[in-house]
C-alpha cells in the first residue's frame, strides 16, 4: 500500500460526479412535488439545493462505497445512489448544527438560518426574523433526514439488499443525533474533561463519517462478519481523528479554506480534545484565559490569537496532532487483518489520508 493518491479516491469510478447526479436528480423530482403543492415552497427547495449541491467532500458516500467494493460488491449506478443518502443525513447534521452554534456561515456563505431570516426581513414580514430563521432551518434539516431515508428506498436497489442495510443506516442517524446532544450538554455543562471531549468527538462525527458508512457498504454486499469487525477497527480511529482534524481547523484554519471565520470554535465554546488537552495542563492564569474567551461571542481577532498562542505554548496542539497520526496509523493497520478488494483497500487508505490531512 502507499501513502499517496494521484486521483482522490473520492473521485475514482467517477463516484463525486455520479453521487451528485444522483442528488441533483432527486432534488429536482423534489422541487417539482413542492412547486405543485405551492409556489411558496420554492426557496426551500433553492436552499436545499444550494446547500447540498453547493459543496461538501462527499466523504461519506465515499467510504461507504469503498467498503461495499472492498467487500466484493459489484459496482452499479444503483448502489451509488442509495450511498448518495448519506449526504442528506450530513446536510441534516450541519444544518441543524449550524443553528445550535448560532454559526453565520457554512462554506463560505450564510448559514440556513441566516438565510431566512434575511429573506424575512427582505420581505418585511410581521415577528422575528430571527425565530422565522430558526424555524425554517429546523424544518429544513428535518426534511433532509426525510429525504435520506427516501433516496435510500427509491434506488433501486432489491429491498432484501436494502433491510441489510436498515440497522446501520437507523443506527447512524441515532449515534450523531444524540452526539449532537451530548455536544451542546457538554457546552452547557462546561464539562472539560477529555474523556467526555473524546466521546462527544465518537459519537457526533467518528461513527457516523466513517465506521457506519463502511458498515452499510459492507451490509449492501453481504459481507462476512470479519470485514464488518475490521472495518469497525478502521472506522473508529479514523474518525476520530477526522473530528480531531476538524477541532484543528476550528481554531487555526485558514477562514478562506474553511468556509468559516478564523477561530469560530473558540466563539461557539466548543469544548474539544484540543481545548481539553490545553485546560488539561495550563497554569490558573491561563486557565481563566481560556475559559473567558471561550464562548464569547464578542472574541476579537487579538483574542483569538491570544487562546491560539496558549494553546500551542501548552502542547496541547502537538498533542492533538499526535493523537491524530496515532489514531490514523491504527486505522491503516486494521486494514491489514483481512482480505479486502485491492483497489478498495487502497481507497481506503488514501481515503484515510485525505481525511486527516484535509485543510479544509
Request: hydrophobic letters at 45%; one cysteine or more; glycine letters at 10%.
Amino acid at each position: 500500500m502507499t501513502h499517496a493518491a494521484p486521483v482522490s479516491p473520492v473521485d475514482r469510478a467517477s463516484l463525486r460526479q455520479r453521487v451528485d447526479k444522483a442528488l441533483s436528480d432527486f432534488l429536482a423530482g423534489r422541487r417539482a412535488w413542492m412547486t405543485d403543492v405551492d409556489d411558496a415552497l420554492v426557496p426551500v427547495a433553492e436552499a436545499i439545493e444550494a446547500f447540498v449541491l453547493g459543496g461538501g467532500k462527499r466523504l461519506r458516500p465515499a467510504f461507504a462505497y469503498w467498503g461495499y467494493r472492498g467487500a466484493g460488491g459489484v459496482d452499479t449506478d444503483a448502489v451509488v445512489t442509495a450511498l448518495a443518502a448519506l449526504e442528506f443525513v450530513q446536510a441534516s447534521a450541519l444544518i441543524h448544527d449550524d443553528l445550535m452554534d448560532r454559526s453565520d456561515t457554512r462554506r463560505g456563505e450564510p448559514a440556513v438560518h441566516r438565510r431566512f431570516a434575511t429573506r424575512h426581513r427582505h420581505a418585511g414580514w410581521g415577528g422575528d426574523p430571527d425565530g422565522f430563521g430558526d424555524a425554517a432551518a429546523i424544518l429544513l434539516g428535518d426534511l433532509c433526514l426525510v429525504w435520506s431515508d427516501e433516496l435510500l428506498h427509491s434506488a433501486g436497489l432489491d429491498p432484501r439488499t436494502v433491510a441489510r442495510a436498515r440497522p446501520d443506516f437507523d443506527e447512524m442517524r441515532t449515534e450523531v443525533t444524540i452526539g449532537q446532544y451530548l455536544d451542546v450538554l457538554t457546552q452547557a455543562t462546561g464539562d472539560t474533561s477529555l474523556a467526555r471531549a473524546g466521546k462527544v468527538a465518537r459519537y457526533k462525527s467518528a461513527k457516523y463519517t466513517v465506521e457506519r458508512p463502511l458498515l452499510i457498504g459492507a451490509a449492501l454486499a453481504d459481507a462476512p462478519a470479519d470485514v464488518r469487525i475490521a472495518y469497525s477497527a478502521y472506522g473508529m480511529p479514523l474518525g476520530e481523528a477526522f473530528q480531531l482534524r476538524d477541532d484543528v481547523l476550528g481554531v487555526f484554519g485558514d477562514p478562506a479554506q474553511t468556509g468559516k471565520p478564523a477561530g469560530d470554535d473558540l466563539r461557539e465554546g466548543k469544548r474539544t480534545y484540543l481545548v481539553a488537552a490545553a485546560l488539561e495542563v495550563a497554569d490558573d492564569a491561563g486557565r481563566t484565559l481560556l475559559l473567558g474567551g471561550l464562548g464569547d461571542e464578542e472574541l476579537d481577532a487579538t483574542g483569538v490569537a491570544r487562546l491560539r498562542e496558549l494553546i500551542v505554548d501548552t502542547g496541547a496542539l502537538a498533542r492533538t496532532e499526535q493523537r491524530i497520526v496515532t489514531l490514523t496509523d491504527a486505522a491503516l493497520a486494521a486494514l491489514t487483518a483481512v482480505d479486502l478488494d485491492t483497489e478498495a483497500r487502497q481507497a481506503l487508505v488514501d481515503l484515510a489520508i485525505a481525511a486527516t490531512r484535509r485543510a479544509d
